[in-house]
């Protein structure tokens, strides 16, 4: 079983840039597509980008085009998420996902997930 753990979230200002990491244990984390969503107050949880099994394709949403990107190091059982210029609109916990053996950007097809890190993004 894979088990995601967040961290690399934190304050920073509008147009700064933070890199998110998801260590996922388990020695299948290989298998499976991941994926990075989040949830701002009031909202409903957003899809942000997904991952391949070993990388070679990514899809990001359009909100976070040209300024995220997400990558994987299977060798180190990592998913990371480069954010930079980031807004205010960005503030959101952000979720690390994993265990879909495809690539979606449905909540529903992962079945494994962190316990989020705080983004926020002051102007």
């Known amino acids: 079983q894979v088990q995601p753990v967040e961290s690399g979230g934190g304050l920073v200002q509008a147009g700064g840039s933070l890199r998110l990491s998801c260590a996922a244990s388990g020695l299948t984390f290989g298998a499976y597509a991941a994926a990075w969503f989040r949830q701002a107050p009031g909202k409903e949880r957003e899809f942000v980008a997904a991952i391949t099994t070993s990388g070679g394709n990514t899809v990001c949403a359009d909100s976070v085009k040209g300024r995220f990107t997400i990558s994987r190091d299977n060798a180190k059982k990592t998913v990371y998420l480069q954010m930079n210029s980031l807004k205010p609109a960005d503030t959101a916990v952000y979720y690390c996902?994993?265990?879909?053996?495809?690539?979606?950007?449905?909540?529903?097809?992962?079945?494994?997930w962190g316990q989020g890190t705080q983004v926020t993004v002051s102007s």
């Open positions: 996902a994993t265990g879909s053996v495809t690539l979606s950007a449905y909540a529903s097809y992962y079945n494994f």
